[in-house]
């Protein structure tokens, strides 16, 4: 029952995306081109999820457990931290500069040729290598450069012998 309620819901979900045209690249560049050739007809579909997310999860927030009996999560963190920020700034540039994002993006496969595909196997890279970028990036914030002693003795930052050119 519960994999054929997830079926029923990814098929809905992906008819959405077909009829709302978000598996159309040219459509949603066009919706994020505010300063070029902008077709705010996106902004319905926006619209239209928010409005009836609203009533579900007023609905989902009074309930324990979902209609299929699993327990409903708890309260997500409102921390707006650096990996959010960063992952939203590199999901958007992603879903500007290919227009799709990973939903439309598998609907699109049996229609879109090879470019779908690509894409999809580019986001699966990038997925792949997240958690070495995460990792790179805290080691980057826990470290410190030690610089060697320069030959007057003194220690010499990267960042000022490049401000003198060296």
Known sequence: MR???AFLSGGLFGAGL???????????????????DWDPTLAFVMGGAVSVM???WIFAKRRETSMLGSPMPGPFPRLVDRNLVLGS???GAG?????????????SLS???????????AMGVGMALAPRAKAWLSL????????????NGTKETPATSATRGA
């Open 140 to 151: 980057l914030d826990r470290s410190t450069l030690e610089v060697p002693p320069c030959e």
């Open 18 to 36: 077909l009829v709302a045209g978000m598996v159309d690249t040219k459509k949603v560049q066009g919706w994020l081109d505010v300063f070029g």
């Open 89 to 91: 700034l590199l999901f």
């Open 111 to 121: 229609f879109n040729g090879w470019e779908g595909w690509l894409f999809l196997i």
């Open 3 to 5: 994999n054929f309620f």
């Open 54 to 56: 609203f009533f579900v």
């Open 95 to 107: 879903w500007g500069l290919a227009g799709l994002c990973p939903g439309p993006a598998m609907g």
